[in-house]
């Protein structure tokens, strides 16, 4: 199948890692994935078995409790997550982005007191950017942190936050300086457990990922210590959203195209079983054109984003390639999808069949990390 395909920046040491979490998410998270998807969420032991796997804060420094590892660690997590149809689990939005805005920002008591708890699962990390009123436009926030004395006051809401209902620790986009726009920007560290005026709206019904917990967040005179500024100081919020934007939109396209492999190996294995008129599907040329064109198509987006991983590894990956990394493979995403969900016919429409909830749970990609309309204005401003 797609999978003996191994990207050039795989090494021996990687192999054997991903081949490690391919067995522990076969073993410990797959075979739920049915009941989280019912109950709207992953039970919350799943991370700290995660954590005890080392599949959390996988490129984060041991020194903080991660493993040490870099992006082509939270590739492998995100694609075999994919592969083996796990659905629900936030580690994305937990280790790659999080916990990276910790590390990269964090001053060294934020680090010493918050990466390790995240590394071992017990403490879930959201990050909280969307409005009722702002999404991709995240300067027109209107969430503020006043400092009052030694301590800020958080006053706003949000929406659409992934995680919100399990998040111990939310990374809140907020503005310090109301009146300096993106410099009046800053990144609040909060911590939820009794926590006086936070409070978690109800877990939003969803088109699909329904076993993702995606929240409200409601923020009401919230006091918070002075030290919960992430980094030590106001109006850097902008600025270090901007800075890890490339990464977090890497990952989306890597997201897609463990899905496509998914898809065409299921759609492959049941064309070969199912037979109408006493020929399997597969044997008509229709389907097996379908299906060479779905495999181009993941090629082509496998070629693509293994070259801009090799750029962000090098350093070198700009905003606007990992742009239009993120808004053509998603879009490639949903295209394989629906071709191969087509070729389940009547089946493909029940959810009982995976290619189903595959099809619905791709149309976010093309939203979430920006819209694939925000993303085209940023590659055309390039050209």
Not at 19 to 34: L, Q, W
Not at 126 to 152: F, R, W
Not at 279 to 308: G, H, P, S
Request: glycine fraction near 10%; hydrophobic fraction near 40%.
């Amino acid at each position: 199948m797609l999978d003996t395909y191994s990207p050039a920046w795989m090494t021996e040491d990687l192999e054997i890692f991903k081949d490690a979490v391919n067995k522990f998410y076969t073993r410990e998270f797959a075979p739920h994935s049915d009941r989280w998807t019912k109950q709207g969420h992953v039970d919350r032991d799943a991370w700290n078995k995660a954590g005890e796997a080392g599949l959390l804060c996988a490129s984060i420094p041991e020194e903080y409790g991660g493993g040490g590892g870099d992006y082509r660690h939270e590739a492998i997590l995100v694609e075999e997550m994919e592969r083996t149809g796990v659905v629900g689990f936030g580690n994305t939005v937990h280790s790659l982005i999080c916990a990276h805005y910790i590390n990269a920002y964090g001053t060294e008591e934020q680090k010493q007191h918050i990466l390790p708890k995240m590394a071992s699962g017990d403490m879930v990390c959201a990050i909280a950017m969307t409005e009722p009123g702002t999404g991709s436009d995240l300067q027109a926030v209107k969430t503020t942190a006043i400092k009052q004395g030694n301590q800020y006051v958080v006053n706003g809401s949000k929406t659409f936050i992934s995680n919100g209902q399990q998040a111990d620790l939310v990374i809140v986009v907020a503005k310090t300086d109301p009146s300096q726009g993106a410099k009046g920007m800053s990144l609040m560290l909060v911590e939820t457990q009794d926590t006086e005026g936070f409070s978690r709206g109800r877990n939003l019904d969803k088109m699909g990922q329904h076993a993702a917990d995606t929240s409200e967040l409601f923020f009401d005179d919230v006091k918070i210590p002075a030290t919960s500024v992430l980094g030590g100081e106001e109006g850097q919020g902008f600025y270090q959203l901007m800075q890890q934007l490339p990464a977090e939109r890497l990952i989306i396209a890597a997201q897609g195209l463990g899905a496509m492999e998914r898809a065409i190996d299921l759609t492959v294995d049941y064309t070969r079983q199912r037979k109408t008129f006493g020929n399997a599907i597969f044997d008509y040329q229709n389907t097996q054109f379908k299906l060479a064109e779905c495999k181009t198509t993941w090629m082509a987006a496998r070629a693509l984003v293994d070259q801009l991983t090799v750029q962000l590894l090098e350093g070198k990956l700009d905003a606007n390639s990992a742009a239009a990394a993120k808004f053509w493979v998603t879009e490639r995403q949903c295209e394989v999808i629906d071709d191969c969900l087509q070729l389940f016919g009547g089946y493909g429409y029940m959810d009982e069949y995976p290619i189903s909830r595959m099809y619905t749970d791709a149309r976010v990609q093309r939203i979430y990390g920006g819209s694939n309309e925000i993303m085209r204005m940023l590659v055309a401003r390039s050209l």
